[in-house]
């Protein structure tokens, strides 16, 4: 055998090693190529604590909350048509408007448009909820409506990367991942970060679920529930023989600890990767099992409208059924994207038509959010479920033309439920024209700031090393909005 595949002390050399320790380094070109990828990043400066990925870790202080759900309203729903409701615009209903008008994405302003649709006033708090919502006003006195949220962005990309990453480019990891990172899975065969992609992904693409910088163990995992069945490509086994794909997958991993072990502390940087093909593995046999819903009751299905005559209920329906069967096997963070079909993009965005547009998606959506509000809170799952209901920005209160509304980053409205948020609550307030947030203002970062409080973690604290800097969720921004903390 030729001499020179033999290393140090006689050993024969692998090929890898034998690649790395060439004269001409290409075997390290190639290496210093897949190190230099974000996915695989240095080790994180993080006092959360130094437990592999893929277990819980352990937090700051005593969570709230343990998972979120993140019911992304893609487009960027009218604050002043849901949940803030404001007499003014009826009251000057087709009269020019009276405030100073900012510079609006399409610059076609209208005259000051009325709500299409009446408010009432639900539970014991009162929370006045719109006729769009019928279904999730009944848990007013579960709601924390926020009515005061400011965004920095009036474009759709930009203000969907701000609302998921704090960052308006792309590149960034985002809440998913950054929970995932900091509070590792209580589920060993299933992710820490999924999204239930139901066709409508948000403008900005794949971005808005990135594990950026952070190890690739934190990157969203897509469940696709467009229709029935596979809701994962590539989840069957090829192998048709039992065992033969584990015996594939032991020979890969024990050359791949191997190399580890050759590059010693550099391993780490590798390390996201092997445990990757772990999970995937693992997966081939828990996303089948999540994702059957016919074991469910048929009372289950009613609730969330699995049957209804409506396509976009039924298939919104699934996903929030889906949400709580993960993060009931301890899936950290869930998002819940929009259903094609209602729009080719921003299914919420109504330049024209406001009234058809979020009549249809309002429609889709509102009883499967109120069946997963109803359904995780019998199953004493809300107290420590975080549900967020978001959009990238809110609506005009003036027409652009004459029958839509144009983006607002100046002032809209979310709601959370559970996870240590206090209930039937109205925070914060905009002008009387539901154009400005005027009161206790909350910006995107310090709606991260106080969703990473309820699950224990500090923002400040949460960093990772990155080129040479710590980054975090809230970038320098961002405070916990303790009033709204139950």
């Not at 290496?31 to 080790?43: F, K, Q, T, V």
Request: net charge negative; charged share 20%.
């Amino acid at each position: 055998m030729n001499e020179s595949r033999y290393g140090e002390r006689g050993r024969l050399w692998t090929r890898r090693q034998m690649l790395s320790k060439a004269s001409t380094g290409f075997g390290m070109v190639a290496l210093s190529a897949l190190l230099a990828d974000p996915a695989y990043a240095g080790p994180a400066n993080v006092s959360v604590g130094a437990t592999p990925s893929g277990g819980p870790k352990p937090t700051h202080f005593r969570p709230r909350a343990r998972n979120v759900i993140f019911l992304f309203m893609d487009g960027g729903v009218s604050q002043v048509d849901t949940f803030d409701p404001k007499p003014r615009l009826n009251r000057e209903n087709g009269q020019p408007f009276k405030m100073k008008v900012e510079a609006t994405q399409f610059d076609a302003v209208g005259n000051t448009l009325a709500s299409h649709w009446g408010f009432e006033r639900y539970g014991e708090s009162g929370i006045p909820v719109s006729d769009l919502f019928p279904y999730v006003g009944r848990h007013a006195d579960d709601l924390c409506v926020i009515r005061s949220i400011r965004t920095s962005f009036p474009e759709h990309a930009q203000a969907c990367y701000f609302v998921h990453t704090g960052n308006a480019i792309a590149g960034w990891p985002t809440m998913g991942a950054w929970a995932s990172y900091g509070l590792g899975t209580e589920a060993a065969d299933l992710p820490g970060f999924i999204v239930l992609n139901g066709g409508a992904i948000p403008l900005g693409g794949l971005a808005n679920y990135s594990n950026g910088f952070l190890p690739a163990i934190h990157q969203g995992s897509h469940l696709y529930i467009t229709k029935p069945g596979e809701v994962m490509r590539n989840i069957s086994p090829l192998e048709a023989k039992t065992g033969l794909q584990r015996r594939k997958l032991d020979l890969i991993s024990e050359g791949d600890r191997d190399f580890l072990t050759a590059l010693g502390s550099d391993g780490e940087m590798v390390e996201s990767a092997v445990k990757n093909y772990e999970l995937a593995f693992a997966m081939q046999r828990s996303v089948p099992e999540v994702s059957e819903l016919s074991r469910e009751s048929q009372a289950t299905r009613q609730l969330y409208g699995l049957d209804s005559d409506n396509e976009y209920t039924a298939r919104y329906g699934r996903q929030c059924l889906l949400a709580r069967r993960l993060v009931e096997r301890g899936v950290r963070f869930v998002e819940v994207t929009c259903v094609s079909g209602l729009r080719d993009e921003s299914p919420w965005d109504q330049h024209h038509d406001l009234k058809a547009g979020h009549q249809r998606n309002a429609l889709a959506v509102d009883q499967p959010i109120a069946a997963l509000l109803t359904d995780l809170k019998a199953r004493g799952l809300l107290e420590e479920t975080l549900v967020l209901w978001a959009c990238e920005f809110g609506r005009t209160p003036f027409a652009q033309g004459t029958d839509g509304r144009d983006h607002n980053p100046h002032g809209f409205t979310v709601w959370m439920a559970g996870g240590g948020i206090q209930g039937g609550m109205i925070h914060g307030a905009t002008d009387e024209y539901g154009y400005h947030a005027v009161e206790d203002v909350v910006t995107v970062h310090d709606l991260h700031a106080t969703i990473l409080h309820v699950l224990g973690l500090d923002h400040e604290r949460m960093t990772y090393r990155y080129a040479g800097r710590d980054f975090r969720l809230t970038d320098v921004h961002g405070r916990v909005v303790k009033e709204i903390i139950a």
